[in-house]
Every structure is written in structure tokens, then in C-alpha cells.
């Protein structure tokens, strides 16, 4: 089994950073894709940022230019790094592992809350 624990996240005020970190224990395999999420009251869990174990990255269109998504492979940990936050990057923040074997599974952080104010 997997373990992802998230740091980081509170609150500030637009225009504001904030650094979400997430470790990850267990059993990894060395070829993976560590991500973050975000669900914000009344809407869906939608994807922020993804790194393959690689290096290949993808961003949301609403955050490119302003988060960065950096890991350290040998640490299994992921950093969001959230410059010029908007009040609607409002929402709570979740870490995500996906890896395959013999199937695929995606395993889940507890969620952090990130509230930007205006």
C-alpha cells in the first residue's frame, strides 16, 4: 500500500504564494506520475498539475504561468509551488499517486485546505 501526506496550504491574500509538499511511503515503483488536485465547493475534483517520474509535466490552463509542480524522485515527495493566487484557486488541494503493475491504482492525500481572499 501506498501513503501520501500533505503539507502546506492556509490561507492568503490574492496576489499571495503558498507551497503545498506531499511524501509518499510504501510500496513505489520507480516509474510513476505524482499529481495535485483540487475540488472546490459544489464543483468536480479537477486536475492542477501532473509529473511523470520522467520529468514531463502538464498544467491546468487556469494555473500555467503561476503553480509549479517540481519532485524528488529518490524522496518519492511532490511540491505545488503557488505563486499569484486568485480567489478562485479557492478550494481543497489533494495529492495523488498513479503507478501500474499489474493494473493501475491511484492512491489519495487527506486534502489540504487552500483559501485565497480578496
Known amino acids: 500500500q501506498v501513503q501520501l501526506v500533505e503539507s502546506g496550504g492556509g490561507s492568503v491574500q490574492a496576489g499571495g504564494s503558498l507551497r503545498l509538499s506531499c511524501a509518499a511511503s510504501g510500496i513505489i515503483f520507480s516509474v510513476n506520475t505524482m499529481a495535485w488536485y483540487r475540488q472546490a465547493p459544489g464543483k468536480q475534483r479537477e486536475l492542477v498539475a501532473r509529473?511523470?517520474?520522467?520529468?514531463?509535466?502538464n498544467y491546468a490552463v487556469s494555473v500555467r504561468g503561476r503553480f509549479t509542480i517540481s519532485r524528488d524522485n529518490a524522496k518519492n515527495t511532490v511540491v505545488l509551488q503557488m505563486n499569484s493566487l486568485k480567489p478562485e484557486d479557492t478550494a481543497v488541494y489533494y495529492c495523488n499517486l498513479e503507478q501500474t503493475r499489474l493494473e493501475t491504482r491511484n492512491y489519495w492525500g487527506q486534502g489540504t485546505q487552500v483559501t485565497v481572499s480578496s
Open positions: 509529473m511523470y517520474s520522467g520529468g514531463i509535466t
